[in-house]
C-alpha cells in the first residue's frame, strides 16, 4: 500500500519528465570560420566560394544560407548552400569592390547568424597551382609557371617543397623564388619528388602543386652487398645456401645490372658466379628483396659478392663459411615477438666485445624454404627489431653470431620464439628400448619443431599398472627437453604388465598422450655364469693374441708363449735309447765292450764302414781314446747332458746346438789330435754314430 511520501514522489515526476525528455532541442548553433575566396581556373575567376564550420546540432534539421551585401545596394541577396559551403556568383559582385559576407542557421525554434565578414574581391583571387618542368641536364632542377600574366597581375613569390621516394618528410626551402630551383649535390639516381606553389600580386597563394618526380643522375655504387649464409636449423650442416640482399638506392647510386658471386673452395681453386638483374636463370631466386642461390655451397671457405652498375662496381664483400660451435663465453639472448615485430636483445660481454666487429642477428622459420632474414649491426649495439609477418604457433629459430676482426664467424646463442603459443602435437615415437631385471629404459622421439606450435618446457612421463580400472599414475617424472630422449625406470614389479605415457608440455597446455606397454619378467640369477664366461673368453683372447705374434715374429725366432710340441720335431740326444744304454753300461765295469745297443726303430738304415789308415788305430791311440771315452761317460754320469739342455739353445728350435755338445777345446785336443778327423766329422756324428772303435770292436 502506498504511502504518503511515495505518492508526492510521483506526482513530481510525472510533472518533470515531459520537460526532460521530450522538451525542444532550442536555437541552433551559430556557424564558424568563414572564409571566402576567388578560385581561377586557366582562364578566369568567376564565382566567389565561402566555406564555414556548420556545427549542426545533433537533434535538429537546421538550414543554412549565405548572405552578403555590397557598399552600394541596399537590397540583401540571398543564396541558399548546404550545410559547409556556398557560391556568390559573378554577376553579384564587382571585380573590385567590398563586400559584407556571413551565413544564417534556422531550425524550427528560431535562427541565428555568424559573425560578418568583409572582403576584397580583387584580394581574394588564388590562382591555380603552377606547372613544373624540368630539362633532360644532368643537374636536378625544376621549372614552373603560372597564369598570374593571363589574370594581369604580377607573379609572387613561391613555395618549393621537396623530399625523396623513400623518405616521407618534405625539406622546405628558405628562398623567396619566383621560376625555378635546382638541387646542390643530390643522391646519386635517387627519385625525388617536388611540389610548387605560388601567389600573384595582392592575392592569395595557390595550393599546392601535384607530386613531380624527377631522377637524378647515376653514378659509381658504394659499400658493400650484405650477403649472409643460410645453413638451416643446425650450424653442422654442410648444405648452406649464399644469400644477399639489394643494395639500398644511396649505396646502389643506378640501376644495378649484373651481381658477381667469387666462391673458394678449401682446396685451393675458386669459381666465378654471374647473377643478372633481367634475366631470370635456375641459379637464383629473388622475392623482391633478397636473393639466394639453388644450390648448396659445400667445400667452400669464402665468398665474396659484387655489384655492378653502368658506371662500375662496389668493394667486394668476403663471406668466411661459418664456424661450428660456440664461444665459451655465450651471452643469453632475449625475445618479444608478436605477429608484426621480433625484437631481439642480448648482453654485451667485455671479455669479447674488444675482438668483435660487428653482430649479426638471423632468424628463420621451422618449416624449410620459409621466412629467414637477418640484420648486422656494430660491436656496440646490443638490440635489433624485425618487421614483418610472423605467423602463430610457428617456431622461429633466433641466432646471435659475431664477425671477429679477423672476419671469422662464430655462433653465439640461441633461442626459440613465437608470436604465439598453442597446444603442442603429441609424441611421433614411444617405446620400449630395453628391459634389464626390474629396471625399463624407456625413448621417444621428440616433437618436431614444425609440430610444437609453442616452446616445449619439458616432456611428462607416467606409468600405470595395466588392467587398473582407476588409471592411476603410479609413477610421473619431468624430463627437461635438453636431457636427452631416454629415461630408465627401475624397482619395478617381477611378472607385472606396465602401460608407460608420455606428453610434451607447453606453457599452453599438455600435448595427448603416447602410450607403450611392457611386462617385467621373474628375474632369473646367472651371476655365476658370467665369471666362467669373462673366463673363457678371456684364455681364447690370450692364445689366439700369442699365436698371432709368434707367427708374425718370423719362423726362426723362438716364441716363449708357444710350447715346443709346436716346433719342428728335431732329435734330442738325451731321449736317445742308445744314450741311455751307454750311460748304463758306463756305470757297470767293462760293459761297453758288449755287443751293440739295441734302439728301436732307428732312424739310420744303412752304415758304411770305412776302414782307416794305421794312423787313426794306433794302439796307442786307441788307448787313448779309449780313456778318453770313458772319461766322457763319467762326465756324462756326473752331469746329465738332458740338463745341460737348458744352457746354450739353438737359435731357431730352442735347444742346444750339436756343435757345442762336444767337449772343450782342452779335452778335444786331449782326445783327438788329429786335425783332418774334426773336420771331417760333425757335431751330429760324433753324438749319435758309433765311433770307429766301437766298429772294430764288434
Known amino acids: 500500500m502506498a504511502t504518503p511520501t511515495t505518492w508526492w514522489l510521483l506526482s513530481v515526476l510525472l510533472v518533470t519528465f515531459p520537460y526532460c525528455c521530450c522538451s525542444s532541442p532550442g536555437l541552433p548553433t551559430p556557424p564558424s570560420n568563414l572564409e571566402c575566396c576567388r578560385p581561377c581556373d586557366q582562364t578566369d575567376c568567376s564565382v566567389i566560394k565561402c566555406i564555414w564550420d556548420p556545427k549542426t546540432h545533433p537533434d535538429s ?53 555568424s559573425q560578418e565578414i568583409v572582403i576584397h574581391t580583387q584580394h581574394i583571387i588564388k590562382p591555380p597551382p603552377p606547372t613544373i618542368t624540368s630539362s633532360d641536364e644532368d643537374l636536378l632542377e625544376v621549372y614552373w609557371s603560372t597564369i598570374c600574366g593571363k589574370l594581369e597581375l604580377n607573379v609572387g613569390v613561391c613555395d618549393v617543397r621537396y623530399r625523396t621516394e623513400d623518405d616521407q618528410n618534405w625539406i622546405w626551402t628558405d628562398y623567396n623564388l619566383s621560376s625555378s630551383y635546382g638541387i646542390i649535390e643530390p643522391q646519386p639516381s635517387t627519385v625525388y619528388i617536388f611540389q610548387v606553389r605560388c601567389k600573384c600580386d595582392h592575392s592569395l597563394i595557390s595550393d599546392w602543386s601535384p607530386n613531380f618526380l624527377r631522377k637524378s643522375a647515376e653514378s659509381s655504387p658504394v659499400g658493400e652487398v650484405d650477403a649472409w649464409w643460410d645453413c638451416g636449423l643446425l650450424l653442422s650442416n654442410s648444405d648452406c645456401f649464399l644469400n644477399w640482399k639489394n643494395l639500398s638506392i644511396s649505396q646502389a647510386r643506378g640501376y644495378i645490372l649484373r651481381y658477381e658471386i667469387t666462391v673458394f673452395y678449401i682446396n685451393g681453386t675458386k669459381q666465378l ?197 582407476k588409471h592411476i599414475s603410479t609413477l610421473v617424472r619431468n624430463i627437461n627437453v635438453t636431457s636427452g630422449s631416454t629415461c630408465k625406470l627401475e624397482a619395478l614389479s617381477p611378472g607385472q604388465k606396465y602401460v608407460a605415457w608420455i606428453r610434451a608440455v607447453s606453457a599452453a597446455g599438455p600435448s595427448e598422450k603416447v602410450n607403450t606397454t611392457f611386462t617385467i619378467n621373474h628375474h632369473e640369477d646367472y651371476a655365476f655364469v658370467t665369471p666362467i664366461v669373462v673366463i673363457v673368453l678371456l684364455v681364447i683372447t690370450t692364445a689366439l693374441t700369442s699365436f698371432i705374434l709368434c707367427v708374425f715374429q718370423g719362423a726362426k725366432k723362438e716364441c716363449p708363449l708357444l710350447p715346443h710340441c709346436l716346433y719342428e720335431k728335431v732329435p734330442d740326444p738325451s731321449n736317445s735309447q742308445i744314450f741311455k744304454q751307454m750311460k748304463r753300461q758306463i756305470n757297470e765295469p767293462l760293459t761297453w765292450m758288449r755287443g751293440p745297443l739295441y734302439e728301436p726303430y732307428p732312424t739310420i738304415s744303412v752304415l758304411e764302414v770305412v776302414e782307416i789308415k794305421s794312423k787313426v788305430f794306433d794302439p796307442d791311440m786307441m788307448k787313448k781314446e779309449n780313456a778318453c771315452h770313458l772319461m766322457d761317460c763319467q762326465d756324462d754320469q756326473q752331469e746329465d747332458p738332458t740338463r745341460e739342455n737348458s744352457g746354450s739353445t739353438d737359435s731357431r728350435y730352442g735347444r742346444k746346438e750339436y756343435s757345442k755338445m762336444v767337449d772343450s777345446d782342452e779335452e778335444r785336443n786331449d782326445c783327438w789330435s788329429s786335425s783332418e778327423e774334426e773336420q771331417s766329422t760333425s757335431g751330429y756324428e760324433k753324438h749319435f754314430m758309433p765311433s770307429p772303435l766301437e766298429v772294430m770292436v764288434e
Not at 636483445?345 to 649479426?360: F, G, R, T
Open 61 to 113: 534539421r537546421t538550414i543554412y544560407t549565405l548572405h552578403w551585401k555590397s557598399e552600394n545596394e541596399e537590397e540583401e541577396p540571398v543564396t541558399y548552400g548546404n550545410s559547409s559551403d556556398g557560391y556568390i556568383h559573378r554577376e553579384n559582385f564587382e571585380s573590385h569592390g567590398e563586400l559584407r559576407v556571413w551565413v544564417q542557421a534556422q531550425n524550427q525554434n528560431g535562427s541565428v547568424k
Open 273 to 469: 658466379i654471374n647473377v643478372s638483374t633481367d634475366n631470370p636463370s635456375s641459379l637464383f631466386v629473388y622475392d623482391e628483396r633478397k636473393w639466394r642461390l639453388i644450390s648448396s655451397l659445400k667445400d667452400v671457405s669464402s665468398v665474396s659478392v659484387s655489384a655492378y652498375n653502368a658506371l662500375g662496381a662496389t668493394k667486394a664483400s668476403c663471406l668466411p663459411r661459418q664456424r661450428p660451435g660456440k664461444q665459451a663465453t655465450e651471452p643469453k639472448i632475449y625475445l618479444e615477438m608478436n605477429e608484426k615485430n621480433l625484437t631481439v636483445s642480448w648482453n654485451l660481454s667485455s671479455e669479447v666485445s674488444d675482438s668483435i666487429k660487428q653482430y649479426v642477428v638471423q632468424y628463420k622459420e621451422c618449416l624449410p624454404g620459409s621466412g629467414f632474414d637477418w640484420i648486422k649491426v656494430d660491436s656496440k649495439q646490443t638490440t635489433v627489431v624485425f618487421k614483418g609477418t610472423f605467423k602463430k604457433y610457428t617456431s622461429y629459430q633466433v641466432s646471435l653470431f659475431a664477425v671477429s676482426n679477423l672476419n671469422e664467424i662464430s655462433q653465439l646463442a640461441t633461442a626459440t620464439g613465437y608470436s604465439a603459443q598453442g597446444v603442442p602435437s603429441k609424441v611421433p615415437s614411444f617405446k620400449v628400448f630395453d628391459i634389464v631385471g626390474t629396471a625399463v629404459t624407456l625413448d621417444w622421439e621428440p616433437v618436431p619443431c614444425s609440430n610444437q606450435r609453442g616452446v616445449i618446457l619439458y616432456y611428462e612421463i607416467g606409468l600405470n599398472t595395466q588392467g587398473d580400472p
